[in-house]
């Protein structure tokens, strides 16, 4: 029977370590290809993002910059990366754990703040993920078009998922916590702590987050890249 997720789990990354050590560990076997960066449609629009890169800085321990830099927001899972490599490496899982390191480091939170409204309007209201484009005031046009040819193939000028699949998408959400911790960036819950430095704050826009969310100790995190405050750092920065 499924429970329901009711705060952020601060044991997270104790848990996940031994997994998430062993990623760290895959990275080293990746040959720096390329295939990665030449399947991936992000990196094909996008020229500052490239797995590749993101891969050599993770092995040569360049943590820090990964988790502060916006092409860790880039990826959007399509895992077109992880079908082509040769050495059979789960990058889509790479970008997910050091999301949420980064989101541990208090970076991040305003990119994905912005995903609160779809959340609502998109996904949790109509249980579609893939209207964003469709519905973009700029793209007006576009969305005209495509209206048309849906006309013309007989079906509904806008996708209409079924009454049931909405329930059953909102149930999995509730289950999961996503509800509750979409609610949670769009509300006050992240205005009081102090787990962020000055320079954190302001590239999220906010102040500090909440201790529910707040930093994990080196000894915890995901990848050893340096000692505890004051201490020396194993990093290459």
């Given amino acids: 029977m499924l429970e329901q997720v009711k705060d952020w789990d601060d044991d997270f990354y104790e848990r996940w370590k031994p997994i998430a050590m062993g990623f760290v ?48 927001w880039q990826c959007f899972f399509c895992s077109g990366c992880y079908s082509t490599c040769p050495m059979d490496i789960n990058f889509p899982f790479f970008i997910f754990m050091l999301r949420l390191g980064a989101m541990n480091e208090g970076y ?8 609160e409204a779809y959340a609502e309007k998109d996904y949790l209201k109509d249980g579609i993920t893939v209207s964003i484009r469709e519905r973009n005031p700029f793209v007006v046009d576009t969305v005209g078009d495509i209206g048309k040819i849906r006309e013309a193939a007989g079906l509904p000028t806008k996708r209409v998922v079924s009454k ?67 201490g020396k750092t194993n990093a290459k920065t």
């Fill in 164 to 230: 049931r699949g909405v329930a059953e998408i909102n149930m999995i959400s509730d289950l999961s916590g996503m509800t509750s911790f979409m609610k949670k960036i769009g509300g006050v819950d992240l205005l009081d702590c102090n787990t962020c430095d000055d320079a954190q704050a302001r590239r999220c826009k906010t102040k500090p987050l909440p201790s529910k969310v707040g930093k994990i100790t080196t000894k915890t995190r995901f990848y050893n890249y340096g000692e505890p405050s004051g």
């Fill in 25 to 72: 560990n895959e990275a080293e076997r990746c040959l720096q290809c390329g295939k990665c960066t030449g399947q991936c449609p992000a990196a094909a629009v996008t020229p500052g993002y490239n797995p590749r890169k993101l891969i050599r800085d993770l092995v040569d321990g360049n943590i820090k910059r990964i988790l502060s830099s916006v092409e860790l």
């Fill in 108 to 115: 991040g939170w305003e990119d994905v703040k912005q995903l």
